[in-house]
């Protein structure tokens, strides 16, 4: 089939060459000309592991182009849009803005017959909005919401073999219509057994907000049980391990420690607030509120911790950060808890300086006041406390004897309880875990 894929940031880029992958003719389009350059010459403008791979094949076999025209995507038959729904600055709401830019632009160029798809997260109540203007603009299209729930860092695989597709379309025969046409897009998923749910707009829009706030949820329960364990003497993660293996609660998402960041979870579950506010249900997500509230506290936690570990005050003491992004195998380090933990330190008088082994060049953009060193061995030299706060795997692999050669102080705090406590006290070192007694 002919795709159109409007906005080539984390979520397009990867949608646009996995459809090029499943053997479609695929055009991705964004109004950035440097992002169209760089996927067009087979650059990945962030860091996604295997999307240079599919990049590369698709453009090398013809079934993928970028461009900034939107005229070059009128023979389409499906056009997914992938814009981003920022959080409003100041507010918990989401910025649809984009998401209202791309459908004007697109509706003017949708040929009868085609398909818009709607993949951005956005309020519920969206889609019927632009199922509206599609209706006045281009009469003889249709619209289906299909959200998307891919992970950064696995997007790729998780774009391929989805766990499930969810169709929201209009209850009517145009919409059952556009169903099908969508499950020729999605054929090889579907060839082997992908379950597909079709249901109304607003479901649609909902999964997606309520899939995120209980995948919250699940990380902020484990850090409050962290918080009680740590004063009651009991271990966190073996409490997850105990109640993970009820399969009603599953050992998933229950990974305890600096809390939950990136560009969808922390703003989805505000956006969603602000959404049941405006239509009157406000009462149903207040739980969301303390979600968010146990995140945020899990950032000063550590900060106190390490002031703790640092003998009291932080004023003069070399700290050195291990990850700066969000979680390990991405770039991103939109409302990383590292950076966030690195900055209040280094204000509360830390000298500190912050390792990763992708994220720098975004962090050195995002927090400029920090001191960045890619190199591991030189970062960690005469440190006084080491913080573990994004698991990549060159951490949890860490040699402690190694390391410890290099630091002033063997003083580690683990912030994702990635590393083998018994390991690295056997090699001299402090070592403080989340959601454990304190000194353990
Ligand atoms: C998330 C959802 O998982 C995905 O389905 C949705 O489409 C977009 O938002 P992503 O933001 O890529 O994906 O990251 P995810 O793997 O969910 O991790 C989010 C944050 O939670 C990271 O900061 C991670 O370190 C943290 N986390 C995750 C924990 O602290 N503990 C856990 O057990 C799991």
Redesign the pocket.
Same mark, same amino acid.
């Given at each position: 089939m002919k795709i159109s894929v409007i906005g080539c940031g984390y979520l397009g880029a990867v949608h646009a060459a996995s459809m090029a992958k499943l053997g479609h003719e695929v055009i991705g389009i964004d109004t950035d000309i440097n992002k169209v350059t760089a996927l067009q010459s087979g650059h990945a403008p962030f860091f996604e592991p295997g999307l240079p791979e599919l990049l590369d094949e698709a453009l090398s076999a013809g079934r993928l182009q970028f461009s900034t025209k939107m005229s070059d995507i009128s023979d389409s038959d499906v056009h997914f849009v992938c814009v981003g729904t920022p959080q409003k600055s100041g507010e918990y709401a989401a910025d649809i803005q984009y998401v209202d830019a791309a459908f004007s632009a697109l509706i003017p160029h949708m040929r009868p017959g085609s398909v818009a798809v709607g993949k951005s997260t956005v309020p519920v109540g969206t889609a019927s909005r632009i199922a509206a203007l599609i209706e006045h603009g281009a009469p003889e299209t249709h619209l289906v919401w299909n959200p998307?729930? =891919?992970?950064? @860092?696995h997007a790729v695989q998780d774009t391929l073999t989805p766990d499930r597709l969810v169709y929201g379309i209009s209850q009517d025969e145009k919409g059952h219509l556009a169903a099908s046409i969508l499950d020729h897009v999605y054929e090889a998923a579907l060839a082997v057994g992908t379950p597909r749910l079709i249901v109304n707009y607003a479901t649609a829009e909902l999964v997606k907000s309520a899939? $995120?706030s209980f =995948?919250a949820t !699940? &990380?902020s329960f &484990?850090n409050a049980m962290a918080e009680v364990c740590e004063v009651a003497g009991a271990d966190v993660t073996s409490l997850a391990d105990a109640i993970g293996m009820d399969d009603r609660i599953g050992r !998933?998402?229950? $990974?305890?420690? &600096? @809390?939950?960041? @990136?560009?969808?979870?922390p703003k989805?579950i505000r956006a969603f607030m602000a959404r049941a506010g405006e239509l009157g249900a406000d009462q149903a997500l207040t739980f969301l509120r303390e979600v968010d509230a146990i995140n945020m506290r899990r950032r000063s936690k550590v900060v106190e911790r390490t002031r703790e570990l640092c003998g009291g005050s932080l004023i003069g003491k070399r700290i050195t950060v291990l990850g700066a992004t969000? !979680?390990p195998n991405?770039d991103d380090v939109r409302d990383s808890?590292a950076l966030s933990i690195a900055a209040q330190l280094q204000l509360q008088g830390a000298n500190v300086t912050v390792t990763d082994p992708e994220g720098l060049a975004n962090a050195m953009k995002r927090f400029p006041e920090l001191k960045y060193e890619r190199d591991l061995k030189i970062s960690v030299t005469n440190a006084n406390a080491v913080l573990l706060l994004t698991e990549w795997d060159e951490y949890t692999q860490l040699d402690p004897g190694t390391i410890g050669n290099l630091v002033d102080d063997r003083v580690i705090l683990d912030g994702r309880n990635a590393i083998n406590p018994e390991d690295w006290r056997a090699n001299g070192w402090t070592y403080q875990g989340i959601g454990i007694p304190l000194s353990q």
């Open positions: 998307e729930f =891919l992970r950064e @860092g899939a $995120n =995948l !699940k &990380i &484990i !998933k998402f229950l $990974n305890a420690g &600096i @809390g939950f960041g @990136g560009g969808c979870l989805d969000f !979680k991405s808890p």
